[in-house]
């Protein structure tokens, strides 16, 4: 009985049932690529993470200043931060007063509460701070760029009056650090993302060079999610590295 359905399934590709079958390989071949590539770029980035203590590190280094301002970091890596951060410090020598990791999580749950949206969290260098923006699949990011920046901000005072835990001797501490990112807020704001791509040496083999080549491709025509944000396009600044493949 199955043989006779395959055969009757078989005898009308002529006749135009091959168009679900190439459209089906088609998505197929589209879903895999984007996997091979996403894949490969998750496991060069966790390799090469950059942790607190290799921060600290690069901070310390001579000639490595904090230029005035407030910096949103984007970084796809839960557990560390990305690689694009220790190209970015290398090459500019700097890192601003106030730098904000930032990372855009998303849930499985319909919706995200106003309240749990924004996470905020001291990261034990002076003036760097984490923060987790949560989503579920059936929140919009439609943040505008001055009310994620409130928010944000807001965020972070009560994070900084929490951690002292209320004690009257760090209240001093506490306004310092307060005041320190309200003049970096006033001395400008920038929102850095980094955008990668593969470099394929000749090591790579022509799958591995096919599949990434077409990762870059669909990457390419990916849209960010800055401007969803609301982030102004002249606070927008990418960060180029090349990942070996």
Not at 3 to 23: C, D, H, N, R, T
Not at 138 to 158: K, M
Request: glycine share 10%; with cysteine.
């Amino acid at each position: 009985m199955e043989g006779v359905y395959a055969s009757a399934v078989l005898s009308k590709i002529p006749e135009g049932g091959w168009i679900p079958f190439a459209i089906s390989f088609i998505l197929a071949f589209i879903m895999f690529g984007w996997f091979y590539g996403r894949q490969k770029k998750i496991d060069y980035e966790l390799t090469h993470k950059i942790d607190l203590g290799r921060l600290g590190i690069l901070l310390s280094e001579p000639g490595i200043q904090r230029v005035p301002g407030f910096c949103f970091f984007y970084t796809n890596i839960q557990d560390g931060l990305t690689p694009v951060l220790g190209h970015y410090i290398k090459n500019m020598k700097s890192l601003h007063t106030v730098t904000i990791f930032t990372t855009l999580r998303y849930l499985l749950v319909p919706k995200v509460a106003a309240h749990e949206r924004i996470v905020v969290n001291k990261l034990g260098l002076e003036g760097v701070y984490g923060c987790v923006i949560q989503y579920g699949y059936a929140d919009s990011l439609n943040l505008e760029g001055d009310n994620f920046l409130s928010q944000v901000t807001d965020s972070l005072q009560l994070c900084i009056q929490n951690c002292s835990g209320g004690v009257t001797s760090d209240h001093g501490e506490v306004q310092e650090e307060i005041s320190t990112f309200e003049e970096a807020k006033l001395a400008g704001v920038v929102h850095i993302r980094g955008k990668t791509r593969f470099y394929i040496g000749n090591n790579c083999g022509w799958f591995e060079r096919s599949m990434l080549a077409f990762y870059e491709f669909l990457h390419s025509n990916c849209r960010s999610a800055l401007p969803a944000l609301g982030v102004p396009l002249p606070q927008r600044i990418d960060v180029g590295m090349l990942y070996e493949a």
